[in-house]
């Protein structure tokens, strides 16, 4: 009786908080309790590790879940954002395990590297530019396409839309996910268009706006991402 996406969003929340819980606990008691022998610290950092193993196949779980949304779906922002958030989530766990056992004294020091991880990988990743490539070589590979999100993507998001747009001018299979041009207020209808012709479209009201908003160009509002995708877009559609 589950959507994709409630089946998915259960699966990643519910690891959020079992983890969020389990790590508490373990901590909390770490501070509490008193360990006088080697015994007993080593039945508690036993236990403890079993907690953790079970929350990393929680984490296997809602990983699992979260690529059956992603591969009927496709990607979107908030999902690369869950799937990054868990590899880096993970990456944590481990650490916690391995410093139970042989440096608990750098618990901060690792959780300290692991934020600084997740955000870097981020920032490496360009997430609207991965968006298009992986979207697009799903569409390739027989998948439906929702261009209209896709051109929706920041200025990050405009070279790797381009690139698609040209390696796909050649192709004849038509899409039906554009609306067309219409001069009436009402819904407008998806006209059959190919990837190409799409993008394109897409593009050029991109350019558009762009043109007509001088907004971007102050010195307050400047990022390098507008300025390429201004010079990208002009080379094409003004030439």
Known sequence: GYTYAEYARRGFFELVLVAILSLGLILGLEAVTN????????????????MIVLVIIMLVAAFRRMRLYEATFG???????????????????????????????????????IVIGFVATLNLLNPDAFIVRQ????????SDLDTLYLESLSADAVPALVGAMESSAGTQERISSFPCESGDSGPAEMCPMT?????RAGLQDRFEDIQNDPEWRRWQSARLSNGRAYRQLSRIFTS
Do not use: C
């Open 35 to 50: 360990r006088e022998s080697k015994r007993q610290f080593k039945i508690f950092n036993l236990l403890s590790s079993m």
């Open 75 to 113: 990607y979107t922002e908030l999902r690369l954002y869950v799937y990054v958030f868990m590899i880096w989530l993970g990456i944590f766990l481990a650490w916690f395990f391995f410093g139970l056992w042989r440096r608990p004294d750098r618990f901060a020091l690792g959780a300290l590297v």
């Open 135 to 142: 979207n697009i070589a799903r569409y390739r590979a027989g």
């Open 195 to 199: 990837l190409s012709e799409a993008l």
